[in-house]
T-cell receptor, first 112, second 113 residues
Framework: QKEVEQNSGPLSVPEGAIASLNCTYS??????FFWYRQYSGKSPELIMS????GDKEDGRFTAQLNKASQYVSLLIRDSQPSDSATYLC????????????FGKGNQVVVIP | GAVVSQHPSRVICKSGTSVKIECRSL??????MFWYRQFPKQSLMLMAT?????????EQGVEKDKFLINHASLTLSTLTVTSAHPEDSSFYIC?????????FGQGTRLTVV
């Protein structure tokens, strides 16, 4: 079982709609959860971090964490063409020298 | 956010030569440096972890004699790809970490011909 799984294929959403991304992780000891956005040919940039169960909102982005079910999700409201990118879920566990485990990413395409 | 400088951003080299990639944390001290590699349409794969002044710890399948990592100071780490082969062509990204906050360099696109 992979540490972090993002199983959905490319996601196409019309401009203004909500994009929903999901991520599951295997290590119950995980403490920190991150969503990164990566444009083609660029390095990842952090868009959300979440550490406790529940929702965390930042502008058009909402991260949701459920440690009991071991999943973390990202909602993008009012999707814009500039949101078209690959979104990487990353998880950090206790110990392990602060290393992050990344999912394979989900490509989001916002259609004008 | 923190400023990370990774150079070069793009490099083309001949098979058998060596390439050095430099990563600097400009406004913070990186207690830990992670080096990642990303092949097209795949996620970031951790290659190695290094702490300042210590030898790097390599992930399984990553040859330590081929990918030389130097982390001599809290603001500078280098990755040298030695005797490069075409299959080493990839996107290399450094990630200096201060405590629990991870930052990323701009990445280096390496093409070995």
């Amino acid at each position: 079982q992979k540490e972090v799984e993002q199983n959905s294929g490319p996601l196409s959403v019309p401009e203004g709609a909500i994009a929903s991304l999901n991520c599951t992780y295997s290590d119950r000891g995980s403490q920190s959860f991150f969503w990164y956005r990566q444009y083609s040919g660029k390095s990842p940039e952090l868009i959300m971090s979440i550490y406790s169960n529940g929702d965390k909102e930042d502008g058009r982005f909402t991260a949701q964490l459920n440690k009991a079910s071991q999943y973390v999700s990202l909602l993008i409201r009012d999707s814009q063409p500039s949101d078209s990118a690959t979104y990487l879920c990353a998880v950090r566990s206790l110990g392990g020298n602060n290393r992050l485990a990344f999912g394979k990413g989900n490509q989001v395409v916002v259609i004008p | 956010g923190a400023v990370v400088s990774q150079h070069p951003s793009r490099v083309i080299c001949k098979s058998g030569t060596s390439v050095k990639i430099e990563c600097r944390s400009l406004d913070f001290q990186a207690t830990t440096m992670f080096w990642y590699r990303q092949f097209p349409k795949q996620s970031l794969m951790l290659m190695a972890t290094s702490n300042e002044g210590s030898k790097a710890t390599y992930e399984q399948g990553v040859e330590k004699d081929k990918f030389l990592i130097n982390h001599a100071s809290l603001t500078l780490s280098t990755l040298t790809v030695t005797s490069a082969h075409p299959e080493d062509s990839s996107f290399y990204i450094c990630s200096p970490t201060e405590n629990t906050e991870a930052f990323f360099g701009q990445g280096t696109r390496l093409t070995v011909v």
